[in-house]
């Protein structure tokens, strides 16, 4: 079966740094993603990884590890807007005729000033 | 465009109606998804159309039907729903086998 974990919830203040970690055990890996997805509306891309290593984008970076089956998202210079649920998922190859996306339940961040 | 529009937005319905979902993408993507989420709970996958095509059905009750008119459109054609069937409904798609799923707004379902 297709198992990924993350943590519940987490909480830092404004300016602060956290890591999100995201565990998976699955077949057919294609990639992994992270999500950003506040109360109320529909989840948005953050940052993608199929290959090991870094992938950096701005205040975001995310890390996957193949063989360890372990990814994390670093948000550096917390704002307040940054509180959201974020969704670790596992990009799936299915049928050979396309993919899909599973979700892992979910990390919700709040961050205080 | 990179948006994907789903309509209604939001959507009352009763246990003996037939309603539909629309989901629309101009981006030129090949695959396009049904996820649900309910409150507090990550999207759970329903079902994956790849070139038009049903790829992926989730063992999904038969009272949601799927339907993927042209590459550009996607529908789900609800009947006979049940109150716990009440969540937001969210479409995606995704132009290949290595690029990431742009979501649209979802549509939020109420069943009464």
């Known amino acids: 079966g297709q198992n990924i974990d993350q943590p519940t919830e987490m909480t830092a203040t404004e300016g602060a740094i956290v890591q999100i970690n995201c565990t998976y055990q699955t077949s057919g890996f294609n990639g992994l993603f992270w999500y950003q997805q506040h109360a109320g509306e529909a989840p948005t891309f953050l940052s993608y990884n199929v290959l090991d290593g870094l992938e950096e984008k701005g205040r975001f970076s995310s890390f996957l590890s193949r063989s360890k089956g372990y990814s994390y998202l670093l948000l550096k210079e917390l704002q307040m807007k940054d509180s959201a649920s974020y969704l670790c998922a596992v990009s799936l190859l299915a049928n050979q005729a396309g993919t899909a996306l599973i979700f892992g339940k979910g990390t919700t961040l709040s961050v205080s000033s | ?112």
């Open chain 2, 1 to 112: 465009d990179t948006e994907v529009t789903q309509t209604p937005k939001h959507l009352v319905m009763g246990m003996t109606n037939k309603k539909s979902l629309k989901c629309e993408q101009h981006m030129g993507h090949r695959a396009m998804y049904w996820y649900k989420q309910k409150a507090k709970k990550p999207p759970e996958l329903m079902f994956v159309y790849s070139y038009e095509k049903l790829s992926i059905n989730e063992s999904v009750p038969s009272r949601f039907s799927p339907e993927c008119p042209n590459s550009s459109l996607l529908n789900l054609h609800l009947h006979a729903l049940q109150p716990e069937d009440s969540a937001l409904y969210l479409c995606a798609s995704s132009q290949d086998l290595e690029t990431e799923a742009f979501f649209g707004q979802g549509t939020r379902l109420t069943v009464v």
